[in-house]
């Protein structure tokens, strides 16, 4: 690219030196085509730097929600292990199962909520505004026969709603790297990374469940859009 600009600008020059309006007309016009083309190039380089931040980003929120969901999972196991095991401690046996219990409800109930935080402080982190599209469940329930209770995986390896899926968008700076689309053309294009993470696994026997980016199914790109700039606009 530097040759064909060095090229160019030696034209240009030897074209000046005529003694004609029509090399200054002609001059004028290369130059504001160099000039048009150098701005394209720089603000869709622009656009690409921050259509791979906000990927990046999802990728990374979506991923660290499923891994609460799969510590989530883990944590039943353990706690299937702790209630069987602790009616063989006689007098600490029923205050450790209650105290089991009560983090398994807890577990159920509140790791939803935590994954997605999860994923939205995942996103700052990387500069990104994220906004969870999904809500998640774990998919495990309570069950059991006369005294002795265990939770089972009600999904037994299905996808179910055991996933995170988030929108990301680069947060505003005052950098160079700013500058986009719609700061130069006035259209609204914000660039967007959506991103969806599974839960791998399956039974609550052994703690072996893991987070995985899985493939995108979910709203369409507008109606995320429409959250990511209501997101912004809170901010």
Do not use: C
Request: net charge positive.
């Amino acid at each position: 690219m530097s040759d064909w600009i060095g090229a160019s600008m030696k034209t240009l020059l030897a074209l000046s030196r005529l003694d004609t309006g029509q090399a200054m007309v002609f001059l004028l016009v290369t130059l504001g085509a160099i000039m048009a083309f150098a701005l394209g190039m720089y603000v869709t380089s622009g656009v690409l730097v921050d259509k791979i931040r906000a990927q990046n980003a999802a990728d990374a929120a979506a991923l660290a929600g499923a891994g609460v969901l799969a510590d989530s999972l883990d944590l039943l196991t353990y706690v299937n292990w702790i209630r069987n095991g602790s009616h063989l401690l006689a007098h600490w046996g029923r205050a450790t199962r209650r105290f089991a219990e009560t983090l398994a409800k807890q577990a159920i109930r509140r790791s939803p909520q935590v994954a997605n935080a999860r994923a939205i402080q995942i996103g700052l982190v990387n500069g990104s505004v994220v906004v969870p599209v999904h809500n998640p469940a774990l998919g495990a329930r309570e069950t059991g026969f006369l005294f002795v209770k265990w939770y089972k995986d009600t999904l037994g390896g299905r996808i179910g709603n055991r996933f995170v899926r988030v929108a990301a968008a680069p947060l505003p700076s005052i950098t160079p790297s700013s500058i986009s689309v719609h700061s130069v053309t006035g259209l609204s294009l914000p660039s967007v990374g959506v991103a969806e993470a599974i839960v791998h696994g399956r039974g609550l026997g052994l703690p072996k469940f893991r987070g995985g980016l899985g493939k995108l199914r979910g709203l369409p790109r507008e109606s995320i859009r429409d959250m990511l700039e209501q997101a912004m606009v809170r901010r």
